[in-house]
């Protein structure tokens, strides 16, 4: 994976992960909503005590219910997140390793080749300097 397609996928990740948020806050916001709601609608209802405190005990279940669902959700994207994100640094630790080992071996080859043309530039010189001596 190139560093380009790198760092296209963090900013894809980054605006999920704000996603993520946003409904998560929504998600919160609703529930508290619908708490404050029921625990209204309930007080203001006209009924008897033992209704209304039964009624509230019915809503603060549900709402509990409902905000426990959230949290398990959240928490759920999150374990997704973190593994996607270990699996994206597994892979770019591949790709830097796979280019290393490429580097590596193209510069053996070079040096091996460099070696090569001096030895050989060293022999002509040689047989340029006996040719060159007097007799």
Do not use: C, F
């Amino acid at each position: 994976m190139k560093l380009n397609d790198l760092i296209k996928e963090k900013k894809r990740m980054i605006e999920r992960e704000k996603k993520k948020d946003a409904a998560k806050n929504i998600a919160v916001g609703t529930a508290i909503g619908t708490a404050i709601g029921a625990a209204a609608g309930v007080l203001l209802a006209p009924k008897s005590g033992k209704e209304t405190r039964q009624d509230i005990v019915d809503k603060t279940k549900e709402t509990a219910e409902n905000v426990k669902n959230s949290v398990k959700e959240s928490v759920e994207a999150t374990k997704e997140w973190q593994e996607k994100i270990k699996d994206d640094i597994k892979d770019a630790y591949e790709g830097i390793k796979e280019a290393k080992n490429e580097v590596t071996e193209n510069i053996e080859a070079d040096e091996e080749q460099i070696i090569e043309n001096i030895e050989e530039t060293v022999e002509e010189d040689k047989e340029e300097i006996e040719e060159s001596k007097p007799l």
